[in-house]
């Protein structure tokens, strides 16, 4: 998923996906944690359903406050951002869901699932469940929520995850020029078997569907959610099936409040109610909301770290899965030449912003550590050591750039002034270089890259991926497939894509590692972008909340929190 950046849930979620892309924190004494890289294998058979317990009373209640920035969108067939999937994985539960310790694909509506021999034929078992407003779940619903994600009319920038899956008939409901209800062109691979099964089918095996199937854009839909054209009948107060509901509409740049779905088929929440207040600014205005009380956990942004430790003493960790980047329009001469993007990262010296600016580690690869088939080093890519004096020569060789002039585009408020103002300050030094700033709010940055609506950027830009699951193929396939609508650089590579497709369609997700390191060499040859961080988040609590844990989808596990009351 694209992130923002302000908490570095890249930020991506995930967040998660954001992608790419995250923000920052502050809080009491808690110990320093550390996630660990998620483990295993997809498996064609799902593990034992997931327990459903009843919390202590003692556990329950209260109201826990956090911040987010403005969400693109509530719609879950659109989520592609961390701000909405923020909210989108409580308010609903795919087929499958992500074990938030680990990782590991774990049960959600499907209480078990099963391949067969070639991994194209797909059969989920749903648990006998309800929407919260207590209309029935069934196979339809799930039906009717991808083939709205497929439709061409919705114009989804996450669509792509079914063509990546090669679900049967997907691509060619894709590619019809419709008009009429969204939804109503059904994708061939999709079928309602009896009301609580569903059967996927696709062109080729593929042994990661279920997760795959996990990101929020997979959420099923009632149709009595609908209007008569196939839209939400109120898009700012959708009616999902997860652990909390919507109180109220979205108050759009004010809040979004959640209650506790009472009628949930899994563990219940803790907290009666999580209230996500939403700042424009929430590395300025967010962290001083937190210090005035008005939150209850944050994420710490880099430049306020001092005083988060001078405050609360140990500041908590994690790493996460996310990436950071500064992106390339590599359609766009110069920027289409990869030599001249070479030149232009190897200017920067990268390792001191992630270092002195960032506080975090500087990334030398396409996918964080943490991801299974992760590739990091300077011998994956050798334009990322810092060289300014051949940096200077190669950007002379190719004659420079027009105007001698550069426009970096990030979005305000997630903390990006002062590492993107490094950059900027590197290209001018070492390449002479005139740079300018486009700065805008989360929204319209998305809207600005294309992501809803607009051409794509022409000039470099900052964003940021967070996984949707964990491993190399979500960050590698969203973001430099030909095909994706995540890629916002617009690389397109058939040497790449023919391992995406062969990573793909390996047996296993072990069998898929070497198509993935192959990937990412080609990446670091060609550096559509130039790798800035991996995810780390650094978070603090106030003394109001319990049991809190940030993890590595780069979000807060608001379902585990207790208030103290």
Not at 516 to 526: D, H, N, R, S, V
Request: include cysteine; hydrophobic fraction near 40%; glycine fraction near 10%.
């Amino acid at each position: 998923m694209i992130t923002n950046n302000k908490r570095w849930r890249l930020l991506a979620v995930l967040a998660v996906f954001a992608m790419v892309i995250a923000a920052c924190s502050p809080a009491g004494t808690e110990t320093t944690t550390t996630t660990a890289a998620p483990g295993g294998n997809a498996t064609t058979t799902a593990p034992g359903p997931a327990a459903t317990t009843t919390q202590a009373p003692s556990m329950m209640g209260g109201t826990v406050h956090g911040d987010i920035g403005e969400p693109a969108t509530l719609d879950p067939q659109l989520t592609s951002e961390s701000e909405g999937f923020e909210v989108m994985r409580l308010v609903f539960d795919g087929l499958t869901l992500y074990d938030p310790a680990g990782g590991a694909v774990i049960p959600g509506v499907a209480e078990s699932w099963e391949a067969n021999a070639d991994n194209t034929v797909w059969t989920f078992h749903l648990r006998d469940t309800t929407f919260s407003d207590g209309t029935p779940l069934t196979a339809e619903d799930f039906v009717t929520g991808f083939n709205r994600l497929a439709d061409p009319d919705l114009a989804s920038g996450v669509s792509y995850h079914g063509s990546l899956a090669g679900i049967v008939g997907w691509d060619e409901v894709q590619a019809e020029d419709v008009t009429g209800k969204i939804g109503d062109q059904p994708v061939a691979g999709l079928k309602a078997i009896d009301p609580l099964t569903l059967e996927i089918t696709l062109n080729n095996g593929l042994a990661f569907l279920p997760k795959i199937v996990a990101h929020p854009a997979f959420s099923p839909v009632s149709s009595t959610s609908l209007d008569a054209d196939g839209n939400w009948i109120d898009p700012d107060m959708p009616i999902g099936n997860g652990p909390y509901k919507m109180r109220e509409p979205w108050q759009h740049q004010v809040s979004i409040t959640l209650d506790r779905n009472d009628s949930y088929w899994g563990t219940p929440g803790n907290p009666d109610t999580v209230e996500f207040t939403i700042f424009a600014d929430t590395v300025v205005a967010g962290w001083q909301a937190f210090l005035d009380g008005q939150l209850d956990v944050h994420t710490v942004a880099a430049e306020n770290l001092d005083q988060a430790t001078q405050l609360y003493g140990q500041v908590n960790e994690v790493n996460t899965g996310s990436f950071g980047y500064l992106g390339f329009p590599t359609q766009t001469p110069p920027y289409d030449n990869p030599e001249m993007r070479k030149a232009l990262v190897m200017a920067v010296d990268r390792e001191a912003i992630a270092t002195r600016i960032l506080k975090r580690a500087v990334a030398n690869g396409f996918v964080p550590p943490v991801a299974t088939g992760s590739v990091d080093g300077l011998d994956s890519c050798p334009a990322c050591k810092y060289d300014p004096a051949a940096a200077k020569t190669l950007f002379d060789s190719l004659g420079g750039i027009p105007g001698n002039k550069v426009t970096i585009s990030f979005n305000a408020g997630g903390g990006h002034e002062d590492w993107i103002g490094a950059v900027a300050n590197d290209w001018t030094t070492n390449l002479g270089l005139e740079v300018d700033f486009n700065t805008l709010e989360w929204a319209a940055y998305l809207e600005f890259l294309g992501l809803t609506g607009g051409p794509p950027a022409t000039q470099p830009f900052r964003l940021g991926w967070g996984w949707d699951y964990p491993s190399a193929y979500n960050f590698l396939a969203p973001l430099y497939l030909s095909t994706s609508g995540d890629n916002y650089t617009k690389y397109n590579n058939p040497d790449f894509d023919a391992l995406m497709h062969k990573a793909e369609q390996a047996a296993t997700e072990d069998d898929a590692i070497p198509f993935l390191e192959e990937a990412q060499l080609i990446l670091g040859e060609e550096v559509p972008v130039m790798p800035m961080t991996y995810g780390f988040v650094r978070w603090v609590k106030n003394d109001n909340v319990d049991h809190v844990r940030y993890n590595d989808f780069g979000f807060f596990l608001w379902e585990e929190m207790t208030v103290n009351q």
